[in-house]
């Protein structure tokens, strides 16, 4: 199992600025990965984190809008730059154990409103 | 057509009763495939993994369908502590993404 802790776990920000998110792993993971989930829908994933090497972005997020960090194997940031309202979301790092049975772990969450 | 799909629900039960739940899946070379639940404004968390031989935990019975390429989640006995959003997790296809999430079907368990 890994236990992630995030933060911050929630925060209201003004349009045009940015927020950095943390997640901290307490095991070494090769993979971190961010996701989005807006109200009342599933979470989409934004990029995976590889330590070492640039994220891998999904369609529809690009770096210059969620820049990601990964300076060792237990940590990353997701930055959301640039804010708008419709960046309002939950935010949420995972990541996931070893073995066929690839089950996810996720931090707590970053509930972020954008006014 | 999406990866994974679900009912979105909202399923709306008494207490005591017996739901289920389908989710499809598209691709047939998935390996895992799990149910997660996500209580509101919080993080999901795994609630099982689905095996292909099915599996159950208490009240809690997956059971996997490799030919229709669906999954199932049946909770016998429901307790109000049973509402929440139940996810369909399956891994994906791709080296970046390897799990992939259902919608969420809601599940509303009235005394």
């Known amino acids: 199992s890994a236990v992630i802790s995030q933060k911050p776990s929630r925060d209201i920000c003004q349009r045009g600025t940015s927020l950095t998110i943390q997640c901290q792993v307490d095991s070494q993971v090769t993979m971190m990965f961010w996701y989005r989930q807006q109200p009342g829908q599933s979470l989409t994933l934004i990029a995976t984190a590889n330590q070492g090497s640039e994220a891998t972005y999904e369609s529809g997020f690009v770096i210059d809008k969620f820049p990601i960090s990964r300076p060792n194997l237990t940590f990353s940031t997701l930055t959301v730059s640039n804010m708008s309202p419709e960046d309002s979301s939950i935010y949420l790092c995972?990541?996931?154990?070893?073995?066929?049975?690839?089950?996810?772990?996720f931090g707590q969450g970053t509930r972020l409103t954008v006014v | 057509r999406k990866e994974v799909e679900q009912d979105p629900g909202p399923f709306n039960v008494p207490e005591g009763a017996t739901v289920a739940f389908n989710c499809t899946y598209s691709n047939s070379a998935s390996q895992s495939f799990f149910w997660y639940r996500q209580d509101c404004r919080k993080e999901p968390k795994l609630l099982m993994s689905?095996?292909?031989s099915g599996n159950e935990d208490g009240r809690f019975t997956a059971q996997l369908n490799r030919a229709s390429q669906y999954i199932s989640l049946l909770i016998r006995d429901s307790k109000l502590s049973d509402s929440a959003t139940y996810l369909c997790v399956v891994n994906g296809s791709s080296s970046a993404s390897k799990i992939i999430f259902g919608s969420g079907t809601r599940l509303s368990i009235r005394p």
């Open positions: 995972s990541v996931e154990g070893s073995g066929w049975d690839t089950e996810a772990f």
């Open positions: 689905v095996y292909s």
